[in-house]
């Protein structure tokens, strides 16, 4: 795939006998990989990151390949290595801190948001903070409240850091060398659902091709990933999957969805949505975060600033409402951003 910037960006099938057929964990696995081997100043650190490989398999086998010095299994605390991180970023590595879930956050925001995210501006920008903070996000498979939020909200709202969410294998790739490149704080989240683990729910686009060089993935450059007419689709992560079963299965009625992939909060890349809103007219938010305060306010906000005439209906949110996660199956697709839920959404919007 190409990732120009506000581009229509379609799957080549010419192009994907260069790349071998790799799961997203796979993918990102040999990101950092790639980048060890490349630059002896990346190294990894967090709560089984070494022996076990990460609770989601996503620095599997890199503790035999580099050694403990540079792959680190931490005590439990995310305070201590989170600013560890921070502090080995000033000294000019290039840290890699694995927060287990997402939802561990609330353990260390002070050394995220009062260290990591301010120093390169509470500095002058006389020193650089080049390091990632990775962490599971997403529910669907019911591990309860405190383990299947996204909050990728949460990091968008605070200025200072980049904040990235892949949803293919190619992306996640190319998102995450791209993220240890960068000189400034990356927040790079992935969901669980897009993974390709054999204990989670089968997602067919869990895996696609990824060519075996280095990718560079631009940080601030959305992907869209079906064209279409009649309605956009703006989402990311799993229900950029979702959104794509949904907009092939409504084709067959007659309606044709533009599905735009995010895969970059911070920077938002504005051009794009507003470039597919100006030729449907419709746009529809998929977002698995809560509803309100989050990144689905802030994509009709850009659009409404931009030019509130483009739309020709009301746009039309699909998140998670404002409650916790329930750990009950049934209860959880209630809430979470499901196929049913979103191709209602596109049905009443491509109606109205």
Excluded at 139 to 150: L, M, N, P, T
């Amino acid at each position: 795939m190409s990732s120009t910037k506000g581009a229509i960006i379609i799957p080549d099938s010419g192009s994907v006998s260069a790349g071998r057929l790799l799961t997203t964990g796979e993918a990102i696995t040999e990101a950092i990989a790639q980048e060890m081997l490349r630059d002896p100043g990346v190294f990894v650190l967090g709560e089984n990151v070494g022996v076990h490989g990460g609770a989601f398999a996503v620095t599997a086998g890199l503790l035999d390949r580099f050694g403990p010095a540079r792959v680190m299994d931490t005590p439990v605390s995310e305070t201590a290595f989170v600013g560890a991180a921070v502090g080995a970023a000033l000294a000019g590595l290039r840290p890699i801190a694995e927060l287990t879930f997402v939802d561990d956050i609330g353990l260390c925001l002070g050394q995220v948001y009062n260290a990591m995210a301010k120093a390169r501006f509470s500095s002058g920008g006389a020193v650089t903070v080049p390091m990632v903070l990775t962490a599971a996000v997403g529910g669907g498979y019911s591990d309860g409240a405190a383990h299947s939020q996204c909050l990728w909200g949460t990091f968008a709202h605070l200025p200072g850091m980049k904040v990235v969410v892949p949803s293919t294998a190619a992306d996640a790739k190319g998102l995450m060398v791209s993220a240890i490149r960068d000189e400034n704080p990356v927040v790079f989240l992935f969901h669980k659902g897009v993974l390709g683990l054999p204990w989670l729910p089968e997602n067919h686009r869990a895996k696609g091709y990824v060519a075996e060089e280095a990718l560079l993935t631009p940080i601030g450059a959305a992907a869209t990933v079906r064209p279409g007419t009649d309605l956009t689709i703006v989402t990311l992560a799993l229900s950029v999957h979702h959104a794509l079963d949904v907009a092939d299965s409504v084709s067959a009625d007659g309606v044709e969805c533009e599905v735009i992939d995010l895969r970059s909060l911070v920077p938002l890349d504005v051009e794009t949505i507003v470039n597919s809103v100006e030729r449907t007219g419709k746009l529809l938010v998929v977002d698995e975060d809560y509803l309100s305060y989050g990144v689905s306010a802030e994509v009709i906000a850009r659009v409404v600033e931009r030019n509130p005439a483009l739309l020709k209906a009301p746009p039309v949110r699909v998140c998670v409402p404002d409650v916790p996660i329930p750990y009950a199956r049934s209860l959880e697709n209630a809430v979470l951003p499901t196929r049913d839920r979103i191709r209602r959404a596109v049905r009443e919007l491509a109606r109205t």
